[in-house]
């Protein structure tokens, strides 16, 4: 159901920091994602650590490992399911996933070169289970809460 993907340079993220932000930025997006924190639900999410040598990230036009003092850029990217994404939940969402990347790095914040994209697969572009997944599918499992299976049902019917 849903993909996030943590990109940063090799060797920023250590092993108990990418344990501590498998957990939290999966809770992060789960809880609004179907409505409750739900840890049976957590099957349906995935988070990927991309580590990158200096050579292969750059930030101002410059490779990091061409820069004096290198850069502290680490990119998210959350990749969920067309659904009831209002602009006010992928907001509080971008700013929980920075907050919890902060308390990982054990920063007071997060760092202005940290950067969040959230992004919703159209209906009928998203594939699992050997062909075409549709989140009206998965509405009937029982993780979903009532009113956000009456969220998205309300989000995907078609404007007339």
Not at 14 to 33: C, H, I, N, Y
Not at 129 to 146: A, H, K, N, W, Y
Request: aromatic share 4%.
């Amino acid at each position: 159901m849903t993909i996030i993907t943590v990109t940063a340079p090799a060797g920023r993220l250590g092993l108990a920091q990418r344990r501590r932000l498998a957990e939290s930025l999966t809770d992060v997006v789960l809880e609004p994602e179907i409505g409750q924190l739900l840890p049976a639900a957590r099957m349906g999410f995935q988070v990927h650590f991309h580590d990158l040598p200096a050579d292969c990230m750059a930030i101002g036009g410059r490779l990091l490992s061409d820069q004096d003092t290198p850069r502290d850029i680490i990119t998210i990217t959350i990749a969920v399911m067309n659904a009831a994404w209002p602009a006010e939940v992928r907001s509080e969402v971008i700013r929980n996933v920075l907050a919890r990347l902060a308390e990982a790095c054990d920063m007071p914040a997060p760092a202005p070169t940290w950067w969040v994209n959230f992004e919703i697969i159209e209906e009928g572009s998203w594939g699992s289970r050997g062909g075409v997944l549709s989140i009206l599918q998965l509405l009937e499992t029982g993780v979903f809460t009532p009113e956000r299976v009456n969220a998205i049902r309300a989000a995907l019917q078609p404007q007339a």
